[in-house]
């Protein structure tokens, strides 16, 4: 059957037509495929490049202990993250700023200390009125305690204890610091005290750590003596490690030749007994300031709301 001329054009332009369709329509389609993989790619490489990270939310100084609380998790991009920058699995229960840090600074793994000492039974808090304290201590300072006797020698009592400073009537005691010690540590300061006071000119008393995020404890280095070494010996509150780091320094040669001829002196008993009641004195007088201080403060807080109320 013979085909119209006009109906041939018209069916092959219709054709031609479809076909123009079909092969924008595929290009369209390659083309949103081609775009929906970049957003993709694009999407996983911006993912890629930001890290979650912990920021401060507050100012920290050196040897502050931070929790936790301190932190807010952040994401900020690769190029700015320290590369050993602090996430999850870094922290710890006794975590200790080494440095000084302002609000907002990304942490890392050099910036904080993990203390995973785990507090002995035998630790107590003890406190003391008898060390020459510096003029700017304050609470959370690290301090050695040491002991300088008239001949030059000094000795180091204890190492890198942190010290809180009673607050009588919202002022802080200008002569009284408590500290955490162990049992063989109170003993060994209980030693010195008694040494210090028999001896004219001795000096008990206590220097700060200046970066005590960074810096190791010193190592003790005075020697007791042999009575408090034997009741060390005898004490089942010592744990062995203490026991031993004691005996290990001891070195009996000096005790008998360089300190005991200097707390043996013929007036060590009277410079004793002068002394400790001095301090125990100042100790009654300190602790009654401290009360009436309280008092003061309840009576302030009671006026207070009894004004307010009226």
Request: a negative charge; hydrophobic letters at 35%.
């Amino acid at each position: 059957m013979a085909t119209n001329p006009m109906q041939r054009k018209a069916r092959n332009s219709f054709l031609l037509g479809m076909l123009l369709m079909l092969i924008i329509t595929g290009a369209i389609i390659a083309f949103l495929i081609l775009q929906l993989t970049n957003m993709k790619k694009e999407e996983k490489e911006l993912q890629a490049s930001y890290v979650t990270v912990y920021t401060l939310n507050k100012d920290v100084e050196s040897g502050d202990q931070v929790t936790e609380a301190d932190f807010t998790m952040t994401q900020v991009t690769n190029t700015t993250a320290p590369t050993d920058y602090l996430t999850p699995s870094d922290l710890g229960t006794n975590m200790i700023a080494k440095i000084s840090m302002t609000r907002g600074t990304v942490l890392s793994k050099e910036m904080i200390y993990i203390d995973e000492t785990v507090t002995g039974n035998d630790v107590r808090k003890e406190e003391y009125n008898m060390f020459i304290l510096p003029t700017d201590l304050v609470t959370g300072d690290y301090v050695d305690v040491r002991l300088l006797f008239p001949n030059g020698t000094n000795y180091i009592v204890v190492s890198k204890k942190k010290v809180e400073i009673p607050n009588i009537a919202g002022v802080d005691s200008t002569d009284t610091i408590s500290m955490e010690l162990s049992e063989d540590e109170i003993n060994t300061i209980s030693n010195a005290i008694v040494e210090a006071f028999k001896v004219d000119g001795a000096k008990l008393y206590v220097n700060k750590y200046t970066e005590p995020g960074l810096q190791e404890p010193s190592t003790p280095t005075y020697l007791v003596s042999q009575e408090v070494m034997d009741l060390i010996n005898l004490n089942p509150n010592i744990v062995t490690e203490a026991r031993e780091a004691l005996w290990a320094r001891y070195n009996i040669d000096h005790r008998n030749n360089v300190i005991n001829p200097i707390v043996s002196n013929e007036d060590a008993d009277n410079n004793y007994a002068t002394n400790m009641n001095e301090s125990i004195t100042d100790s009654v007088t300190t602790r009654q300031e401290y009360l009436e201080g309280l008092s003061a403060q309840a009576a302030s807080t009671t006026t207070s709301t009894t004004n307010t109320t009226n």
